[in-house]
């Protein structure tokens, strides 16, 4: 009778087998990650041309995730400004996040470098109490203005907010080392370009996921076409790369 029950056990292993193959399913293999969920809180200068879009939209043509986000950026704000108004504090205990990044202006002038400091340091903490990873997305300087006061500000923050550090201004320098006529400004030279977005955006791609620069010619951002030639792809992989291995001096957060 025991010798009769091998010849059934090896027809529902089979049976078992051909459902899971039919199904998709593997008890092995790669398995598709979920969402990467980034809240980003900052002003207009992530909010022109909107670069949570442009992460969303590398991270597609990478084929290697997928951004969720959520934006709380108003014009003319700095962190202190967000952290009163409610808004993105609200939307922090709204959902799950993986993530935060935060943003503020070059914050060179002294109050505004205070500012940065105190709100980066309270949003972080923040944002650990809900599970999420925070970020400080450094911005570049004005135009004509110099990029060390801007890294200053921002690595020091960073430092005092044990915040990740997401250096686009950094990225920005790198790349007008390279080819000083990049058109990375927009008309008011103080916002981005669509070019400086995407730079920025894949600066902040890369430092999200850990991963090194991949910069596709070709992106849909909001449904439409983004192209920029190869030269520049292979520009600003290497500007951002440079950016996200470098190494920031960060002094005292006391204003």
């Not at 939307?91 to 060179?108: T, Y």
Request: glycine share 6%; charged share 15%; proline share 8%.
């Amino acid at each position: 009778m025991g010798s009769r029950q091998h010849p059934l056990r090896w027809l529902v292993a089979v049976a078992l087998l051909t459902v899971a193959v039919a199904s998709g399913w593997s008890g092995y293999g790669p398995q598709r990650d979920p969402p990467l969920r980034v809240l980003f809180i900052g002003n207009s200068q992530t909010s022109t041309n909107d670069l949570p879009a442009f992460v969303a939209a590398i991270a597609r043509a990478r084929s290697d995730g997928n951004v969720e986000y959520k934006t709380i950026a108003p014009s003319s704000v700095t962190l202190e400004n967000n952290w009163f108004d409610g808004r993105a504090i609200k939307a922090l205990g709204d959902a799950r996040w993986d993530a935060v990044v935060m943003q503020q202006g070059p914050s060179v002038v002294p109050e505004n470098r205070t500012r940065l400091c105190v709100y980066s340091r309270l949003f972080a903490d923040a944002a650990r109490r809900k599970q999420a990873r925070p970020y400080l997305m450094m911005v570049w300087p004005r135009s004509h203005s110099g990029i060390a006061p801007v890294i200053d500000a921002y690595a020091s923050a960073a430092r005092n907010a044990r915040a990740t550090l997401l250096p686009a201004g950094a990225a920005w320098a790198a790349a007008w080392r390279r080819n000083p006529n990049l058109p990375l400004y927009a008309f008011d030279g103080i916002h981005p370009s669509p070019l400086g977005t995407y730079l920025a955006a894949l600066v902040v791609y890369s430092g999200l996921t850990e991963t090194a620069p991949v910069a596709p010619t070709q992106l849909t951002v909001s449904r439409k076409r983004f192209t920029i030639p190869a030269d520049v792809a292979d520009l600003f992989r290497d500007s951002a790369a440079e950016a996200l291995h470098g190494r920031f001096p960060a002094s005292s957060c006391a204003a």
